[in-house]
């Protein structure tokens, strides 16, 4: 009788989620909600941050694709409605939405630079809760820019025990090396962990993503691809950078995760690099945009999100 009942309830649900499904249907409008946060900025700079983060939005939606919408901040209130009509990929314009799109250019550790770290976390780990870093994390080969790799679903565990060991001193997150996961896992759900090399006093990184001009979703050698575009001050400083790191991996950076980390093989003069890695094509483009039209003031999220379906 109860596996009867429940096997009733699951058909109910799965009814409710189809028709919740079937309601919004591809290129129907749409209205997203979307929270600004204003505490990390002074009073007097909030205003002026706000409307930055509205114009890029707006900046963003326009490049995305071709749709009727329209951006409007809430009068007397911390929010941004954003209405859309005639887009397809709605989960990309999320993502495109939300992202901050903070981007940044790192040198790189290789494995074998920071193995004896790693081995003073894996016994400080086990020492402090029995739980052993490489009881998750695999290391990897010396001369790799991986320094290992893991099940996605072990990453907050990992997360917890590097803060951890940070927290105690055992490495300096700040001025030393920061640890940072690929932007996605592989098919088999495995992602790669780099070292990032921190080598400002004030923990800055090589080169940030201001000296972008322009960013275009292109097809190359390896698949679907970002191409860049520096101004004239970020070209002679990526020509610097890549001609003093002749032979190592450059790490790009968005958003702390490591899109992509190549081995400079060479001075790159004329200020074009290439993001390439596993892309779809659609994938490509929402980074282009978002690298295009720089990186949000003010982080905002979806709060929420109503289909206005069309009778």
């Given amino acids: 009788m109860k596996a009867r009942a429940f096997r009733c309830f699951a058909g109910v649900f799965l009814l409710m989620i189809m028709f919740v499904f079937q309601a919004c249907k591809r290129g129907d409008p749409v209205t997203f909600t979307l929270e600004v946060s204003t505490e990390f900025v002074a009073p007097d700079e909030a205003v002026d941050a706000y409307e930055r983060t509205c114009q890029i939005i707006e900046h963003r939606i326009d490049r995305f694709g071709p749709a009727d919408f329209s951006v409007k901040r809430q009068e007397n209130g911390d929010r941004i409605i954003v209405e859309v009509r005639g887009f397809d990929d709605t989960v990309g314009l999320r993502e495109m939405m939300q992202c901050p799109g903070r981007m940044e250019f790192w040198q790189v550790y290789e494995s074998k630079d920071v193995k004896c770290v790693l081995d003073e976390v894996d016994r400080f780990s086990k020492a402090d809760s029995s739980v052993s870093l490489y009881g998750y994390l695999s290391p990897m080969a010396s001369q790799d820019p991986v320094v290992g790799v893991a099940k996605l679903s072990d990453t907050a565990a990992i997360n917890k025990i590097l803060k951890e060991a940070a927290k105690n001193g055992l490495y300096d997150a700040k001025r030393e090396v920061k640890f940072l996961w690929a932007n996605k896992p592989d098919p088999n759900d495995l992602i790669s962990l780099y070292a990032i090399e921190v080598t400002a006093e004030d923990g800055t990184p090589l080169l940030d993503g201001d000296c972008i001009t322009d960013a275009l ?4 050698f390896q698949g679907a691809e970002v191409n860049m575009t ?9 020509k610097r950078i890549t001609g003093e790191n002749v032979g190592r991996c ?16 060479g001075e790159i003069a004329g200020g074009r690099t290439q993001i390439t890695g596993d892309f779809t094509v659609e994938e490509a483009k929402v980074l282009a945009f978002i690298i295009k039209t720089g990186t949000l003031p003010l982080p ?3 709060v929420n999100e109503v289909c206005n379906k069309e009778q």
């Fill in 217 to 220: 979703q292109d097809m190359g």
């Fill in 250 to 265: 450059l790490a790009i950076v968005i958003d702390n995760q490591v899109y992509t980390a190549p081995k400079v093989m």
């Fill in 230 to 238: 520096m101004n004239s001050s970020g070209a002679r400083e990526w």
């Fill in 300 to 302: 905002v999220r979806i």
